[in-house]
């Protein structure tokens, strides 16, 4: 089946939606501008994001633990939402910030008690998403994981989105600084795609536009200021962000400040550091 690829850049000081033709953005009134000169802007405008716990069984192993016997999910706020080639920023004051290499589903219809036998119908297509974790507040917001994955800029999608693409046998990679970290494929995940539409759509009226995040390969890992990490996905393109520091300090006058627990250092590391001092982690650079 062929595609199409929509995506938002900011054309002559305004947001608009464009088309993809070979190297070149068509904009509707037939604009034309380079994809390597376009400013990229987030490709949707969700009212929600809602983002799928554990999917991936290399993942589940990798962290030795077990799938529950139906998916769970958080929720990122849409203001953590960024873009194609922007920067993710890290508060200062913060550590251990991780990438998670994910692909994104986009709503195209209202959806409101489906079947998972007609999910599909409801699905505009599909985005490269990152799903990055603070894991500095790790200790207190696991729960909810709030301000762990819900911090501005921690959910960069794009570059665009993909209609008609079939996400079976699909294969996504994630790499730091041109060195891939993750590299696993959609056959890991548990529940598909049209699974977890139809499972959030028991409950959660679904409006056109809003972004299901669907799970992370294994091999999450800390990442730092100065770093690019890329996200690959077969048929969807690559989506780029580059690593920076925060202007302000986290404030110390209110709020549980950032740990570093045996959980906070164990989780950031991917579960490759032991308590007892045998193995230290990665010191944070500056």
Known sequence: MPTTEFRRILLDGNAVDV????????????????????????PVTPSKIVCVHLNYR???????????????????PVSALGAH????????????????????????????????????DYIRGYTVANDYGLHD???????????????DTLCPVGPGVVEGWDFRGKRIRTLVNGEVKQDGTTDEMEWDMHYLVADIAR?????????LLSGTPAI?????????????????????????????????????????????LSTAQGGDWEFRGIRKPKPPQP
Request: aromatic share 4%; hydrophobic share 35%; proline share 6%.
């Open 58 to 76: 290399s993942r589940v192993t990798e962290l030795q633990t077990a799938l529950p016997k139906a998916p769970t999910y958080f929720h990122k």
């Open 19 to 42: 088309r993809v033709d070979g190297d070149d953005l068509v904009a509707g009134d037939g604009r034309r501008v380079a994809i390597a000169d376009a400013t990229h802007l987030a």
């Open 137 to 151: 507040f790790r200790d207190t917001d696991s729960g909810s994981m709030l301000r762990v994955k819900g911090a």
């Open 220 to 264: 999450s890992r800390t990442v730092y200021p100065g770093d690019v990490v890329e996200v690959e996905v077969e048929g969807l393109g690559t989506l780029r962000n580059h690593i920076v520091t925060g202007p302000t300090p986290i404030r110390t006058d209110v709020g549980a400040q950032p740990t570093e627990s045996e959980e906070v």
């Open 85 to 120: 080639d922007a920067a993710v920023v890290r508060p200062e004051g913060c550590k251990w910030l991780n990438y998670e290499g994910e692909i994104a589903i986009v709503i195209g219809r209202t959806a409101r008690n489906i079947a998972p036998a007609d999910a599909g």
């Open 203 to 211: 409950t959660i009226t679904l409006q056109p536009g809003d972004l």
